[in-house]
């Protein structure tokens, strides 16, 4: 469904470890990173796509995280859940939400949300 995600940061060094710190709990490989850009991507794998990108916005004005928006990873356990939400906090994140079932979604809906360095708010799930 998805070619690529991009997400604006402003302080793109900030946002590089915290997002490298999030990703690497759940196995999702740097594809590539341009300083003088600046952006970095993770690709999806098998298949290179769909892509997420970090970057400073194109128009070069500042960032502004959304009202109402939120990006979703998948993790194949419970475990990379909790892994991911420890690593946003320690990597300058704030908490949004502690991993654990939210029956209201479904029955094995298992997620933690939290806030980028930027704001931008983030979920980790697991549906199994």
Known sequence: MFSHIV???ADFERALRFYGAV????????????RSRPWAG?????EPRPLFVIAAPFNREPHQ????????FLASTREQVDRAHAAALLNGG???GAPGLRPEYHA????????DPEGNKVCVV???
Do not use: K
Request: hydrophobic letters at 30%; a negative charge; charged letters at 15%.
């Open 23 to 34: 990703l690497d709990t759940l196995g999702i490989q740097q594809r590539f990173v341009d």
């Open 108 to 115: 094995h809906y298992y997620g933690a949300y939290f806030r």
């Open 7 to 9: 997400t604006g940061v």
């Open 65 to 72: 995280a959304g009202n109402g928006q939120m990006l979703a």
């Open 126 to 128: 697991c549906h199994g």
């Open 42 to 46: 993770w690709q999806s794998s098998p």
């Open 94 to 96: 704030s908490d949004e």
